[in-house]
C-alpha cells in the first residue's frame, strides 16, 4: 500500500498526543450529585437510590445521622476521609431533611458533551481545551483517556462494537496502558461499578505518532455520538456540515492539502500566533481533524499525503453568524498561498455558510479544482459501491482502489477538471466531458452525460 509506505517515511520521535478527560463526577462533595443542589449536612438523612450502584469518592469527613446505601457501591476514602456518627446537633446545618444522591446511570462514554480535550496533561486541568468536531470530543483510539484522580464517576461504555479501543486510561491517579491489565482492573469490584454497559475499554493502541495528526475513527459510532447531541438552530445562508460533526453549523470549513513535512500542532500554533489571539478572532473556535478520504486527492498531486479539515465556528448571531469564521478562513488561505510550500501544505480551500468559497475567484483557483475532482470521484466511488454489491467493508475488494493504475497515470485525466464537473451549491453537475473510468478491480464503468 503507497498509503502506508508514506506514512513510514512521515513517522517522527514527536507525537500529536490528545488527552481527554472525563468531566462529570460522583463525588459525595458535589453538589450536583444531590437532589437538593447541595452536598447533605449532618442532620439530613443521606438515601442513596437502593437499586442503583454507585463509586463514590469522598474528599473529607463527613457527619452523618443516616445514610441508607444501595444493594452495591463502594466509597473511595482517601487518607482523612471518612464518616462519623453524628447526633445531627450541628448549629449549621438546621432541622435536617431527606436528600438523595442521584441517578448516575445515564452518563455515556459516546456524548461528546462529558469531555475536555488538552494538548497535554497539564493543559488538562486549566486549559486551553481543544474545540473538536463531535465525532473527536469523545476520546479516539490514539487518545489518553483520564479520568481525574481525586474523583469517583460511573460511565456507560456501550458502543456500537464489542470494544472500545483507546491508548490508556488513567483512573484515580493509575494510568492503565497495557490491555491485561486494564481488562483485570475491569473485573475488579471498583472497576464494574465505574464502568458498565454492553461493550468494554479496551487499551494498549498505538497513540498517534504521525506529526501529520491521526485520523480520529469513530465512525462506528458516529449515531450514537450524534444521539447525544443537541443541534442548536443555525440562521445563515447555507449551513455546513463538518466530517465528524452531528450538526449543522454556521462558519466556515477549510481543507488542507498536505505534503510530507506539514507538522499539524506547529501549524496549530501558527493560527494561534497569527490570527487566534487578534481580538477580532476572540470568539472563534477552531477544530482541526486529519479526514480519512485522501485517496481521490492523489490525482491532483503525488506529493498530497494528507487532507485536514479545518472547521471554524464563530460567536456571533444574526446575519453576523459565521461572518468572523469566514474572514478567519480567508486568512488562512491568503496565509497558504505566501507560506504554503514552507508549512508543507499544497494549497487549500474554503467554503462559508455565507454561500462564499473560494471557487468564487477570490483565491486559489486548485481549490476549486480539487473540490471538483474529489466531487466526482466521490460520486465515481458511490456509484461504484452501488454497482458492485460484493464491496465489503475496508479490508475487502474496495481496498483495490489503491492500486488503480489511474493513480500513475494523472494524464488519464483531462487537464481541466472544470471543463466536466462544477460543484454548484451542494451537488455536483457534470458537463460537456464525459468521465471514462477503467479500473481493472470492476466491470468497465463508464459515465456519460
Ligand atoms: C460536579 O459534578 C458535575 C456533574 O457530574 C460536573 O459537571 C462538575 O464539574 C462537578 N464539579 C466539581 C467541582 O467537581
Not at 69 to 93: K, R, T
Not at 243 to 271: E, M, N, P, W
Not at 348 to 358: K, V
Request: proline fraction near 5%; include cysteine.
Amino acid at each position: 500500500y503507497w498509503i502506508l509506505g508514506r506514512l513510514v517515511q512521515v513517522l517522527t520521535s514527536r507525537t500529536h498526543a490528545v488527552y481527554k478527560k472525563w468531566v462529570p463526577n460522583t463525588n459525595f462533595e458535589n453538589g450536583t450529585n444531590w437532589d437538593k443542589g447541595t452536598v447533605p449536612c449532618s442532620s439530613d438523612r443521606i438515601q442513596f437510590l437502593p437499586q442503583k450502584e454507585v463509586s463514590v469518592y469522598v474528599e473529607t469527613i463527613h457527619g452523618i445521622q443516616e445514610m441508607n446505601l444501595p444493594v452495591d457501591g463502594e466509597f473511595i476514602l482517601p487518607q482523612g476521609a471518612g464518616f462519623a456518627a453524628s447526633n445531627g446537633q450541628n448549629d449549621d446545618c438546621g432541622p435536617g431533611s431527606e436528600v438523595t444522591f442521584k441517578d448516575t446511570e445515564l452518563l455515556l462514554w459516546f456524548d461528546p458533551a462529558q469531555w475536555q480535550a488538552a494538548s497535554s496533561w497539564d493543559n488538562l486541568e486549566k486549559g486551553p481545551f481543544l474545540f473538536s468536531v463531535h465525532g473527536e470530543s469523545v476520546p479516539c483510539p490514539q487518545d489518553d483517556v483520564v479520568f481525574w484522580a481525586d474523583s469517583s464517576f460511573r460511565v456507560d461504555t456501550t458502543a456500537n462494537q464489542l470494544s472500545v479501543p483507546v491508548k490508556s486510561v488513567s483512573v484515580l491517579g493509575n494510568r492503565f496502558s497495557s490491555s491485561d491489565d486494564f481488562a483485570q482492573y475491569l473485573s475488579s469490584h471498583s472497576g464494574r461499578l465505574q464502568f458498565h454497559g454492553a461493550s468494554k475499554v479496551h487499551v494498549g493502541e498505538p497513540g498517534c505518532s504521525d506529526k501529520m495528526g491521526c485520523v480520529c475513527d469513530n465512525s462506528a459510532n458516529h449515531d450514537r455520538i450524534c444521539s447525544a447531541v443537541k443541534c442548536a438552530p443555525t440562521d445563515c445562508k447555507k449551513p455546513l456540515r463538518a466530517a465528524g460533526h452531528c450538526c449543522d453549523v454556521c462558519g466556515a470549513i477549510v481543507h488542507l492539502r498536505c505534503k510530507v513535512g506539514f507538522d499539524l500542532s506547529t501549524y496549530q500554533q501558527r493560527l494561534h500566533h497569527l490570527f487566534l489571539i487578534q481580538p477580532s478572532y476572540q470568539s472563534v473556535q477552531l477544530a482541526m481533524s486529519r479526514l480519512s478520504t485522501l485517496w481521490p486527492l492523489r490525482l491532483l498531486s503525488q506529493e498530497v499525503v494528507a487532507e485536514i479539515q479545518v472547521l471554524i465556528l464563530d460567536g456571533e448571531t444574526g446575519g453576523e453568524s459565521g461572518r468572523v469564521a469566514e474572514s478567519l478562513a480567508r486568512d488562512i488561505l491568503r496565509d497558504v498561498s505566501s507560506q504554503g510550500t514552507r508549512l508543507g501544505i499544497e494549497g487549500a480551500d474554503y467554503q462559508a455558510s455565507s454561500g462564499g468559497s473560494s471557487t468564487e475567484g477570490t483565491s486559489s483557483n486548485a481549490g476549486a479544482v480539487a473540490g471538483g475532482v474529489v466531487g466526482v470521484l466521490l460520486l465515481v466511488a458511490c456509484l461504484l459501491l452501488l454497482a458492485g454489491s460484493e464491496i465489503g467493508e475496508l479490508g475487502g475488494p474496495l481496498d483495490h482502489g489503491f492500486d488503480n493504475p489511474m493513480f500513475d497515470k494523472p494524464t488519464l485525466m483531462p487537464a481541466e477538471p472544470e471543463l466536466y464537473v462544477r460543484e454548484t451549491g451542494g451537488s455536483i453537475v457534470m458537463t460537456n466531458a464525459g468521465i471514462h473510468f477503467v479500473n481493472p478491480s470492476y466491470d468497465e464503468t463508464d459515465f456519460e452525460t
